[in-house]
Each structure stands twice: as structure tokens, then as C-alpha cells.
């Protein structure tokens, strides 16, 4: 787990590398004004869509799981914006004061007391902000819930739809990320250049079983907390599985899925903080290249052991 945990503070500072920033900005504005168009012009057929099913959902539910909704997402923020700004007014002071060995244990510690901090606020104010969120929600005709519900469901299906093709894209860009970490961080042996078409058809499927499963599990997405969890959870899934594959394919002539098993704690981890990106719009551009950094990291430090 300390691999793990070292491999996360390595992709902290690569990202900022001017190299990895060049392909995450370049990348990321392209895949974003892509899907901006696309969904500017299905955006009718998306809210057609999204008001069909909503139609499907009584009234009240739509109303009160709304409410929750808005709820817990200003308590996600409220979380990320404080761990966020504590890093963004302390982190040089932060770096000279914390060791390398203890500055991802230190960054759980600032996200678990940011998480705590909001949730005592929400344990004794909780109620009162469901109830405002609510009343505003009571005072709009149902026709602008409607509509706001079905924006926000064709926005979800933009983003996610951003979040996969990222992925993809640095799924296909891994080799040159990783070849420049490579020769900065490990000159003793050359990255494996033999893999590429098999790296690609294995991110088509993976993402292709992400679409097929966050469709069925669409009406989730009107449950509060859970709809959270399992868009986090397809999340990590993707993340893991894509990232997994690339970075041993660069670190191994063969990939071994048995032998990743055993450093799977390792695996979920670094997924589940590339993961923690898609919630922070313009970081999430970043996410997948942190994530292709920290896996191939964490691998070569395995293949060292």
C-alpha cells in the first residue's frame, strides 16, 4: 500500500509537468468542445429523452429526491473546495513541513477532517438546507422541475460521455506520457512498446461495458446517496480496469491479470483518487493522466520488489 500511496504523490507532481499538462489541456479541450457540440445539437432529442423517463417517476419523489440530491452535491463540493484550498494557500508550506513518506497520509487526514467539518455542519443544518432546497423546488410549477430534472440528466450524459472519451484518449496517448516519465524517472529499463492495438481494443471494450452498465443503472440516479456511490463505483471500475491494463502492458512484455490480483488493494486505491477528479470540473481533464502516471509508477515499483 505504500507503493500505492507514493505512486499517487509521484502523479501529483507529473501532472504538473509542462509535457503531461501540454496533453491533458490539448485533449481535454478537444473531447469537451466535441461533446459540447454534440450535445448542442441533440440536445432536444436528450431533453425528449429525459423528460420521458422522469415522466415515469411520481411527482413527489422527483421533488423530495431533488432535494436530497442538490443536498448531498453541495456537501461534495463544500468537501473538494475546502481540501482544495487548504492545499492552494498552504501547499509550499505543506511541502517543507511534511515528508514525502507522509504527505499522502497527511492529504487523507486534510479530506477526512474536510469531510467530518461538513458533516457536523449537516448533521445540525441538514434539515434546514433539504427543507430550502425543497421549498424552492415546491415554489417552481412542475413543468420547470420537470425541465431543470431533464437538464440536469442531459448534462449527466454529456460529462459522462466526456469522462469516458478522456479515458480513452489517454488510454491511446499512455505510451508517449509514460515514455517521457520513463526516461526522467526509470533509465534502467526502456518502457515495452508491443502492446499498442491490444491496449486499445481492451479501452474500447472496457468503455463500451461502462456505457451498456450506466444505462441500466440509470434510475439509480433518482435514489440520493446511492446514485453518489454507483456513479463513483462505475467510475473506479473504468478507471481500474483501463489504467490497470495500460501501465503493466508498459511495464511487462506479458500481462499477468493473476499476478495484478495481488496488488489489487494498490490498484482500487490509485483509481479511487483518479477517480475523485470527475467530481472538480477543469481538474477532471487531468484525472486520467494522473491516473496513467500513478499506475505505471505503482507497476515499475512492483516489478523492482
Given at each position: 500500500m505504500k507503493n500505492a500511496m507514493r505512486s499517487?504523490?509521484?502523479?501529483?507532481?507529473?501532472?504538473?509537468?509542462?509535457?503531461?499538462?501540454?496533453?491533458?489541456?490539448?485533449?481535454?479541450?478537444?473531447?469537451?468542445?466535441?461533446?459540447?457540440?454534440?450535445?448542442?445539437?441533440?440536445?432536444?432529442?436528450?431533453?425528449?429523452?429525459?423528460?420521458?423517463?422522469?415522466?415515469?417517476?411520481p411527482f413527489s419523489m422527483i421533488r423530495s429526491n431533488g432535494a436530497w440530491m442538490l443536498s448531498t452535491f453541495l456537501w461534495l463540493q463544500a468537501v473538494l473546495l475546502t481540501f482544495a484550498l487548504v492545499f492552494a494557500f498552504f501547499g509550499n508550506l505543506i511541502l517543507r513541513r511534511v515528508s514525502k513518506e507522509k504527505y499522502t497520509y497527511f492529504s487523507l487526514i486534510v479530506a477526512g477532517l474536510s469531510a467530518i467539518l461538513w458533516a457536523v455542519v449537516w448533521f445540525f443544518k441538514g434539515n434546514y438546507i433539504y427543507h430550502q432546497f425543497l421549498k424552492l423546488l415546491t415554489w417552481l410549477p412542475f413543468e420547470t422541475i420537470?425541465?431543470?430534472?431533464?437538464?440536469?440528466?442531459?448534462?449527466?450524459?454529456?460529462?459522462?460521455?466526456?469522462?469516458?472519451?478522456?479515458?480513452?484518449?489517454?488510454?491511446?496517448f499512455s505510451e508517449s506520457i509514460v515514455v517521457s516519465v520513463e526516461k526522467r524517472h526509470f533509465d534502467d529499463k526502456e518502457v515495452v512498446r508491443d502492446h499498442s492495438f491490444n491496449v486499445i481494443g481492451y479501452t474500447l471494450k472496457d468503455t463500451l461495458i461502462f456505457a451498456g452498465i450506466s444505462l441500466l443503472a440509470f434510475p439509480l440516479l433518482f435514489i440520493p446517496v446511492l446514485n453518489i456511490i454507483v456513479q463513483v463505483s462505475l467510475w473506479i471500475w473504468l478507471i481500474k480496469d483501463t489504467l490497470t491494463y495500460d501501465a503493466a502492458s508498459l511495464s511487462y512484455e506479458t500481462v499477468n491479470k493473476e499476478e495484478l490480483k495481488a496488488h489489487k488493494a494498490g490498484i482500487w486505491y490509485i483509481s479511487l483518487m483518479t477517480a475523485l477528479f470527475n467530481f472538480i470540473p477543469v481538474l477532471n481533464l487531468f484525472g486520467p493522466y494522473f491516473g496513467e502516471i500513478a499506475m505505471f509508477h505503482y507497476m515499475k515499483s512492483v516489478q523492482k520488489q
Open positions: 499517487v504523490v509521484f502523479g501529483f507532481k507529473e501532472i504538473l509537468n509542462w509535457h503531461t499538462m501540454y496533453y491533458a489541456l490539448i485533449s481535454g479541450l478537444l473531447v469537451t468542445a466535441v461533446w459540447t457540440g454534440i450535445g448542442f445539437y441533440f440536445w432536444d432529442g436528450l431533453m425528449s429523452l429525459s423528460s420521458h423517463i422522469i415522466g415515469l417517476v420537470d425541465k431543470g430534472i431533464a437538464f440536469l440528466i442531459g448534462f449527466y450524459l454529456i460529462y459522462n460521455a466526456i469522462v469516458m472519451t478522456l479515458l480513452f484518449v489517454a488510454s491511446i
